[in-house]
């Protein structure tokens, strides 16, 4: 079994930064891919961002060249750098890590990132 748990996120305005963190314990030798996902109310969740164990990245169309994903193998943690916030990308974000033997997706509880003036 794998655990999430997410930190960083909060309230910015319009322009700012945040940088969400998301350290994985339990079972680390069997995660591979990881990623971000958001969802906004209303709507369903989606992928934002996913970096695999051997660091090859790939983005939403919405967010190339404004959020970074990265990942520190050392301490089971991946990162989600997020620059010239805009109001839509007001949600929730989620963590997630695929595991390398199966189709078994983990998720964490989420953390809530607000863009508002």
């Known amino acids: 079994q794998v655990r999430l748990v997410e930190s960083g996120g909060g309230l910015v305005q319009p322009g700012g930064s945040l940088r969400l963190s998301c350290a994985a314990s339990?079972?680390?030798?069997?995660?591979?891919?990881m990623g971000w996902y958001h969802q906004a109310p209303g709507k369903q969740r989606e992928l934002v961002a996913t970096?695999?164990?051997?660091?090859?990245?790939n983005y939403a169309d919405f967010v190339k060249g404004r959020f970074t994903i990265s990942r520190d193998n050392a301490k089971n943690t991946v990162y989600l750098q997020m620059n010239s916030l805009k109001p839509e990308d007001t949600a929730v974000y989620y963590c997630?890590?695929?595991?390398?033997?199966?189709?078994?997706?983990?998720w964490g509880q989420g953390t809530q990132v607000t863009v508002s003036s």
């Open positions: 339990g079972s680390i030798f069997s995660i591979g891919a």
């Open positions: 970096i695999t164990s051997g660091g090859i990245t």
């Open positions: 997630n890590a695929v595991s390398r033997f199966g189709p078994i997706n983990y």
